[in-house]
Protein backbone atom coordinates (compact mmCIF):
# COMPACT_ATOMS: atom_id res chain seq x y z
CA UNK A 1 0.00 0.00 0.00
CA UNK A 2 1.46 3.27 -0.95
CA UNK A 3 -0.81 5.89 1.04
CA UNK A 4 1.46 8.33 2.82
CA UNK A 5 0.45 10.56 5.69
CA UNK A 6 1.79 14.06 6.31
CA UNK A 7 3.64 14.13 9.07
CA UNK A 8 1.45 16.60 10.99
CA UNK A 9 -2.38 15.73 11.66
CA UNK A 10 -4.70 18.62 12.39
CA UNK A 11 -6.11 17.52 15.96
CA UNK A 12 -9.57 19.16 17.41
CA UNK A 13 -10.14 18.16 20.96
CA UNK A 14 -10.95 14.54 20.55
CA UNK A 15 -11.11 14.22 17.19
CA UNK A 16 -8.04 14.20 14.35
CA UNK A 17 -7.88 14.97 10.67
CA UNK A 18 -5.27 12.63 8.44
CA UNK A 19 -4.43 13.97 5.04
CA UNK A 20 -1.99 12.03 2.82
CA UNK A 21 -1.34 11.10 -0.91
CA UNK A 22 -2.64 7.77 -2.62
CA UNK A 23 -0.80 6.14 -5.27
CA UNK A 24 -2.11 4.46 -8.37
CA UNK A 25 -3.90 1.16 -7.73
CA UNK A 26 -4.67 1.58 -4.03
CA UNK A 27 -8.08 0.78 -3.33
CA UNK A 28 -7.93 0.95 0.47
CA UNK A 29 -6.08 2.12 3.41
CA UNK A 30 -5.95 0.96 7.44
CA UNK A 31 -5.52 3.78 9.59
CA UNK A 32 -5.76 2.31 13.43
CA UNK A 33 -2.48 3.51 13.97
CA UNK A 34 -3.81 7.04 14.00
CA UNK A 35 -7.56 7.16 15.65
CA UNK A 36 -10.32 5.15 16.60
CA UNK A 37 -12.80 5.50 14.59
CA UNK A 38 -13.42 7.35 10.62
CA UNK A 39 -16.24 9.51 10.91
CA UNK A 40 -15.97 11.65 7.62
CA UNK A 41 -13.41 10.11 4.65
CA UNK A 42 -12.69 12.16 1.29
CA UNK A 43 -10.48 11.38 -1.75
CA UNK A 44 -9.78 13.64 -4.54
CA UNK A 45 -7.65 12.94 -7.77
CA UNK A 46 -4.43 14.52 -8.79
CA UNK A 47 -5.15 15.32 -12.55
CA UNK A 48 -7.79 17.17 -13.53
CA UNK A 49 -8.19 14.19 -16.62
CA UNK A 50 -8.68 10.85 -14.37
CA UNK A 51 -12.04 10.08 -13.36
CA UNK A 52 -13.65 11.24 -10.07
CA UNK A 53 -12.69 9.56 -6.86
CA UNK A 54 -15.33 8.15 -4.77
CA UNK A 55 -14.34 6.98 -0.99
CA UNK A 56 -16.11 5.26 1.83
CA UNK A 57 -15.94 3.99 5.31
CA UNK A 58 -15.11 -0.08 4.98
CA UNK A 59 -17.80 -1.61 6.90
CA UNK A 60 -15.29 -4.70 8.20
CA UNK A 61 -13.54 -2.17 9.89
CA UNK A 62 -14.19 1.15 11.95
CA UNK A 63 -10.54 2.44 11.12
CA UNK A 64 -10.36 1.31 7.42
CA UNK A 65 -11.35 3.37 4.17
CA UNK A 66 -11.71 2.22 0.73
CA UNK A 67 -11.38 4.43 -2.17
CA UNK A 68 -11.77 4.33 -6.00
CA UNK A 69 -8.36 3.62 -8.19
CA UNK A 70 -7.02 6.91 -8.41
CA UNK A 71 -5.85 6.30 -11.57
CA UNK A 72 -2.24 6.91 -13.13
CA UNK A 73 -1.53 10.51 -11.33
CA UNK A 74 -2.81 9.45 -7.78
CA UNK A 75 -4.75 11.36 -5.60
CA UNK A 76 -5.12 13.41 -1.96
CA UNK A 77 -6.88 11.71 1.01
CA UNK A 78 -8.67 13.69 3.65
CA UNK A 79 -10.41 11.72 6.80
CA UNK A 80 -11.88 13.40 9.84
CA UNK A 81 -12.29 10.90 12.41
CA UNK A 82 -12.02 10.21 16.45
CA UNK A 83 -8.76 10.01 18.19
Known amino acids: MAFVSD ?3 HT ?3 LIVITGTI ?4 TSVELSEFLSEV ?6 ANSA ?4 LSAAIDT ?4 KVRFGNPGANGG ?7 R
Open 7 to 9: NRP
Open 12 to 14: LGD
Open 23 to 26: ASGD
Open 39 to 44: LMVTAV
Open 49 to 52: NDEP
Open 60 to 63: TSAT
Open 76 to 82: RLMVFGK
